[in-house]
């Protein structure tokens, strides 16, 4: 059953906020709105439960760090390391979002609408059934994928203008596991030497589909538009990157 | 191309008259010493002096000696260039090895001396008198403030952040599973739980066998994030960060795809057959604010658990440390230069770093005169071999010390720092099967709680000498340790007074 509740955040210090978030999901909560919260740290951190949290305002740093379980909206832009060592659950981001979003994610979903800073996607690892997903709608920064281990990489490159690179250098640098793919073409000078760049599969053609689709429903997106456009495939060469380094 | 330019490190006798075949050697040696033509052939080359099959020969016929080189000595051209040298020219590539530094650097705690009581002030008999070990870890008030409560008795109306209860000033430090075999962090977590303190679990999460032990676990969080996730953080009694590491500043973790096995890829989440990568630097760290922010997150994930953050000891050691208490660390784990390693490259490990009793000394210093040391409390490690090293190390200002290559050493350990080969004959630093099952738990974590009552008794002992009868009290107390054969600049930064004075 449904139990909404809804919480004033204007002025609340972080770490009450979260206790309060807390206690309304101990009370039986399991959709919370949040009014009001402007930069506030740590909203959903370490939160195992399977509820919704919906805010209009610019949460702070680490949101949903930890986080196990449930969906967070956030109808307007997002700061630095969303989704830190997120495990399950999901964020969704009508706006752009930050540095270092879902470093050493090993599940869930993190989808941005607009554009995201620098080391996006860092450490994602993943494990049998569970497989992570960042999809960026529009452009990154530096150093996208870096030592990933695992999970889906996707950026789209949507609504960007023409003289923006569609993201910056070191892509997938110290890159082991996972895959990256992006709507449109990377120069090569961009690429870590841990990656190979690869056509698109019949089995990658069906992850891809059935990421965009959630993805599209979340953001109010068309999946065609989308799929106009050909992506690449970002791998890495080796998922043993440094295993030739000593003697003896 | 010959097959080894340079002559074997160790000679492997064996004594055939006395030998009865009975091929103990060849089970035993995990190295490849041994094979069996007619009579019991040797390949010394391999021999690395783990002692293994000394120690399990039933007719002590088996000797281990070293081969010194026979070339011309040299002060500075030593055997140990020449051999490295040797080996990068054949194979090329860094030079790894395990454990911690060997090279003859000076050991400070073997030239400081303690004090004892004499006629004018009394002794303490620790065998009929209170002897409290007992050291609590974490962030403590500035002031307390008490008042009387209704039944009459003294209680403190400030409100204490969570500490963490040790019944000795000794903790486990931390090795990770992965890097260890999971019989010795079994060993290390029932010992814990036996004496009352606590093992770190290393980078490489925990074990789920290993959840109901969490009165008794650190878990650690490093920049690979191995394992790591809300029920792990909740696991333990404290959180972690790894930033550095005494053998390996700057280095990160490296964990060969080889030793991901099944259970090893289950705890750490991650698919068999992959590297495991712990860069150096956590990349969401770049300052002490970003520190602050991840010690934060642990914080709220945790419900407020005291959050350690454990770094190596470098040149700044003392203004780094100021920076990590202000970020909001209620533990400070200092790393020596000599602290153990799983695997490190040689040149890192015997060069970079500065040794834990300056750093300790310099560290301690600092947080007194920032009027912040009450802030946090301080876990030195770095090479701690005797009960002796941690009085000497609380005297010179920590709360408690940590212990990892003498855990080893309790479990079997020859220190032959062979342990980035995954071959450990002893079953520690390994994850083959037929080897990690010469450990026995049960024994291996008998033999550490005998080793823990051990030093216990000894510092309960020196305390007593000393006149002091409490392990809390005792701490930086400076003005009991004298310096032997130290230069003013040293006694200086150690904040104690030369022998004689
Ligand atoms: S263990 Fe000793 S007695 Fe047995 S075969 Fe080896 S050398 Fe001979
Ligand atoms: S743990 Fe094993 S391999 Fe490492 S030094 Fe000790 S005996 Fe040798």
Request: aromatic letters at 6%; a neutral charge; charged letters at 20%.
């Given at each position: 059953m ?7 955040a ?41 509820v ?82 960042i ?99 970002l ?14 | ?48 002096a ?15 000696r ?42 400070y ?34 002031t ?58 290393g ?63 289950k ?14 630097p ?56 000599r ?5 490190a ?22 947080l ?131 022998a004689?004075?």
């Amino acid at each position: 059953m449904e139990n909404k509740i809804s919480i004033d955040a204007g002025g609340v210090y972080y770490r009450k906020l979260n206790e309060q978030i807390r206690a309304a999901i101990a009370d039986g909560a399991t959709e919370i709105g949040l009014t009001g919260v402007n930069g506030q740290r740590y909203i959903g951190d370490g939160i195992s439960d399977k509820v919704s949290i919906n805010m209009d305002g610019v949460p702070g740093n680490d949101l949903a760090t930890f986080m196990n379980g449930p969906v967070i909206t956030v109808h307007n832009n997002a700061q630095d390391g969303m989704g830190n060592t997120m495990n399950e659950g999901k964020v969704v981001i009508h706006g752009h979002a930050g540095d270092v979003l879902g470093y050493g994610m090993r599940g869930g979903k993190l989808h941005i609408l607009g554009d995201v800073g620098y080391r996006v996607g860092i450490h994602m690892k993943s494990y049998k059934t569970k497989i992570p997903a960042i999809i960026v709608g529009g452009c990154a920064g530096d150093f996208f994928g870096e030592y990933m281990a695992g999970g889906n990489l996707i950026l789209l490159g949507l609504h960007h203008d023409k003289d923006k690179p569609i993201v910056g250098d070191y892509v997938g640098t110290g890159m082991h596991g996972g895959t990256i793919y992006i709507r449109g073409e990377v120069e090569q000078y961009k690429l870590g030497a841990e990656v190979g760049v690869m056509e698109l599969t019949e089995e990658d053609n069906k992850t891809l589909k059935g990421l965009l689709t959630e993805y599209c429903t979340d953001l109010g997106l068309n999946l065609d538009d989308i799929m106009n456009k050909p992506f690449i495939k970002l791998i890495p060469i080796s998922h043993r990157p440094y295993g030739k380094l000593y003697a003896y | 191309m010959l097959r080894n330019t340079m002559p074997p490190e160790f000679k492997v006798i064996v004594d055939h008259k006395r030998c009865r075949r009975c091929k103990r050697c060849l089970q035993n040696c995990s190295f490849g010493v041994y094979s069996f033509a007619d009579r019991v052939v040797t390949d010394s080359a391999k021999c690395v002096a783990c002692q293994r099959c000394v120690t399990f020969c039933p007719e002590l016929a088996i000797e281990v000696r070293e081969n010194p080189l026979a070339f011309k000595a040299s002060f500075n051209w030593t055997d140990v260039h020449r051999k490295n040298i040797w080996k990068q020219a054949e194979q090329s590539g860094m030079l790894l090895t395990g454990m911690g530094c060997d090279v003859d650097y000076p050991i400070y705690f073997d030239h400081m001396l303690l004090d004892a009581c004499q006629v004018t002030n009394p002794s303490i008999d620790p065998l009929r008198e209170p002897m409290e070990l007992r050291t609590y870890l974490g962030r403590k008030p500035d002031t307390i403030k008490v008042e009387s409560a209704s039944d009459g008795k003294l209680k403190s109306k400030t409100k204490f952040e969570p500490q963490m209860k040790l019944d000795v000033p000794i903790i486990f430090s931390p090795m990770s599973y992965g890097a260890v075999s999971l019989n010795t962090h079994k060993s290390l977590v029932m010992a814990a739980r036996e004496v009352g303190t606590v093992m770190n679990t290393g980078e490489g999460g925990l074990h789920k066998d290993l959840y109901s032990y969490g009165d008794n676990i650190i878990v650690q969080v490093a920049s690979g994030r191995f394992g790591v996730h809300a029920d792990y953080l909740n696991a333990g009694v404290a959180v972690d960060i790894k930033i550095g590491q005494g053998a390996k500043p700057g280095i990160g973790g490296h964990l060969p795809g080889e030793k991901i096995g099944m259970e090893i890829s289950k705890t750490r989440m991650i698919p068999t057959g992959t590297d495991a990568l712990s860069p150096a630097p956590h990349h969401d760290i770049y300052s002490i604010e970003d520190l602050r922010q991840l010690i934060y997150a642990i914080k709220e994930a945790t419900n407020y658990k005291p959050v350690s953050v454990k770094i190596a000891t470098v040149h700044n050691v003392a203004s780094i440390a100021s920076g990590i208490v202000r970020a909001g660390a209620d533990i400070l784990y200092l790393d020596g230069f000599r602290g153990g390693t799983g695997a490190a490259p040689t040149v890192i490990r015997n060069h970079v770093g500065i040794p834990i009793e300056l750093a300790l000394a310099a560290v301690d210093d600092r947080l007194r005169k920032e009027g912040i040391r009450n802030q946090a409390s301080i876990v030195a490690a770095g090479s701690i071999r005797s009960s002796a090293d941690a009085v000497k190390a609380i005297a010179l200002g920590a709360d408690a010390v940590a212990i990892g290559t003498a855990a080893l050493v309790a479990l079997g350990c020859r220190v032959c720092q062979m342990c980035y080969t995954g071959k450990c004959a002893w079953g520690i630093c390994t994850q083959k099967p037929e080897l990690t099952r010469r450990l026995d738990p049960e024994e291996g974590a008998q033999r550490l709680v005998n080793l823990l009552r051990s030093w216990a008794l000894e510092i309960k002992e020196i305390l007593g000498s000393l006149g002091v009868n409490a392990i809390e009290s005792f701490r930086g107390s400076r003005e009991r340790l004298r310096g032997v054969g130290l230069d003013k600049q040293t006694l200086d930064i150690l904040g104690i007074k030369p022998a004689g004075r």
